[in-house]
């Protein structure tokens, strides 16, 4: 299984960013979920969503960040917006078979290469 994401970048603070994850993943059932690490920081998860579309966002994140997935494409998007200087980090996507949102690192054996995003304030 392969993940890609894509978009990641620069932006300044209040602004928005979407971030896209396709997988190759040949499973009905899935779950993407989307972790990030901060410089010095461990990786945390924040966001989930499950191939039944049921979602699960951190509440570090609600009401700034939204997730969707396209069945069709296989690929997971995060809208960021209302970006603050703390999102600054190394974001990736990670898949596991089965259903469910927690977003647990250890729970994921799929996992992309990460995109960069900095905040600037």
């Known amino acids: 299984v392969h993940l890609m994401e894509s978009g990641g970048g620069s932006v300044q603070a209040g602004e928005s960013l979407k971030i896209s994850c396709k997988t190759d993943?040949?499973?009905?059932?899935?779950?993407i979920a989307w972790f990030r690490q901060a410089p010095g920081k461990e990786r945390q998860g924040f966001a989930a969503?499950?191939?039944?579309?049921?979602?699960n966002l951190a509440d570090s994140v609600k009401g700034r960040f939204a997730i969707s997935l396209d069945i069709a494409e296989k690929t997971a998007t995060l809208q960021k917006n209302n970006l603050k200087f703390e999102d600054t980090a190394i974001y990736y996507c990670?898949?596991?078979?089965?259903?469910?949102?927690?977003?647990?690192?250890?729970?994921?054996?799929?996992w992309g290469q990460g995109t960069q995003v900095t905040v600037s304030s």
């Open positions: 993943i040949a499973i009905p059932h899935y779950v």
């Open positions: 990670a898949a596991r078979v089965g259903l469910g949102t927690a977003f647990i690192p250890g729970y994921f054996p799929y």
């Open positions: 969503i499950d191939s039944m579309d049921l979602t």
